[in-house]
T-cell receptor
Framework: DTEVTQTPKHLVMGMTNKKSLKCEQHMGHRAMYWYKQKAKKPPELMFVYSYEKLSINESVPSRFSPECPNSSLLNLHLHALQPEDSALYLC???????????????FGPGTRLTVL | QKEVEQNSGPLSVPEGAIASLNCTYSDRGSQSFFWYRQYSGKSPELIMFIYSNGDKEDGRFTAQLNKASQYVSLLIRDSQPSDSATYLCAVNSGGYQKVTFGTGTKLQVIP
């Protein structure tokens, strides 16, 4: 089973709202990722959590705040977003161990975010 | 700047033909290479990964890797209209958990 779930599927929010995106996996993976994808562009890495610790932050603005409550859950807290933040937000997970075989990432279905 | 380059397409092939998708990368230290399929409005779906020079086959899909030429390709045999999607090449870079995606090649299989 290579299932990563994300909620909600769609989210519309105003620039003053606070909302959260949720991601869950039950594959025993120890690394989880947030990506942002704009139309006709490839996914852009935002954050990586490895063994529940933030290991990569790709200089993302502070209005995006990640949280990893446990090894199965990943949240992305949103506050004071701008219309240009509208995008598909993708969560991914991977086994999380380093070896010759690079961690293979499996994506969730994404949350389509619209900021008004 | 570590880059992954793909022809954006669209690549149009008739149903039943072989589709050949290509990708080049700049980081000679890259060790692992992935192909994802992404339907419009959906998330990327892993098709294959490869890390050894040569060919790797899985059903109708064959990935080919040539590290000396910094080139990876995906062949789709007996292409079906349902294969019409954008194919993303991804290469690990800057660590084992960090991958760089190409801009993707849009494939259209014509019935």
């Amino acid at each position: 089973d290579t299932e990563v779930t994300q909620t909600p599927k769609h989210l519309v929010m105003g620039m003053t709202n606070k909302k959260s995106l949720k991601c869950e996996q039950h594959m025993g993976h120890r690394a989880m990722y947030w990506y942002k994808q704009k139309a006709k562009k490839p996914p852009e890495l935002m954050f990586v959590y490895s063994y529940e610790k933030l290991s990569i932050n790709e200089s993302v603005p502070s209005r995006f705040s990640p949280e990893c409550p446990n090894s199965s859950l990943l949240n992305l807290h949103l506050h004071a977003l701008q219309p240009e933040d509208s995008a598909l937000y993708l969560c991914a997970s991977s086994p999380g161990w380093q070896g010759r075989n690079t961690d293979t990432q499996y994506f969730g279905p994404g949350t389509r975010l619209t900021v008004l | 700047q570590k880059e992954v380059e793909q022809n954006s397409g669209p690549l149009s092939v008739p149903e039943g033909a072989i589709a050949s998708l290509n990708c080049t990368y700049s980081d000679r230290g890259s060790q692992s290479f992935f192909w994802y399929r992404q339907y419009s409005g959906k998330s990327p779906e892993l098709i294959m990964f490869i890390y050894s020079n040569g060919d790797k086959e899985d059903g109708r899909f064959t990935a080919q890797l040539n590290k000396a030429s910094q080139y990876v390709s995906l062949l789709i045999r007996d292409s079906q209209p349902s294969d019409s999607a954008t194919y993303l090449c991804a290469v690990n870079s800057g660590g084992y958990q960090k991958v760089t995606f190409g801009t993707g090649t849009k494939l259209q299989v014509i019935p």
